[in-house]
């Protein structure tokens, strides 16, 4: 990825959501347990700014812990967003937009949770925690 800022375009599978962001750091891929849960896998996300939705009646939030939320499509479920209270930029799931998305995965974080069913077989960064 480039130092200069991305704009970011997609949305939900039926398609009720779209939104709009400006790339805020580069991709990164989760492996939490409650990552994995919320995406079936890693949950490879990206941080953004700026974000503008059309579609927010079909927004969901759940907060999953004491000081963050998840957004997803009230709609078809997909998980499409991360938030810490209060921060000022959101995490923004790779998988819901619009392709060609320009980026690179640059990271892995919370390693030392991940899946027991598979290995990480690259070179990048990696984060216990």
Known sequence: MSSEKADIAGGCLCGAIRFRATQFDTPSLCHCGQCRR???????A??????????????????SSEDAQR???????????????GALHISISMG???APTGM???GHIFTA???DYY?????????EN
Request: hydrophobic share 35%; charged share 25%; with cysteine.
């Open 113 to 115: 949770h991940k899946g």
């Open 119 to 127: 290995d990480i077989a690259d070179d990048l960064p990696q984060e």
């Open 38 to 44: 919320w995406a079936g896998h890693a949950w490879a």
């Open 71 to 85: 957004g997803f499509c009230g709609t078809c479920g997909s998980s499409l967003f991360w938030k810490r209270d």
């Open 96 to 98: 819901c937009i619009d």
């Open 104 to 106: 690179q995965l640059g």
């Open 46 to 63: 990206v941080g953004g700014t700026d974000l503008k939705i059309r579609g927010r009646k079909h927004l969901r939030w759940y907060h």
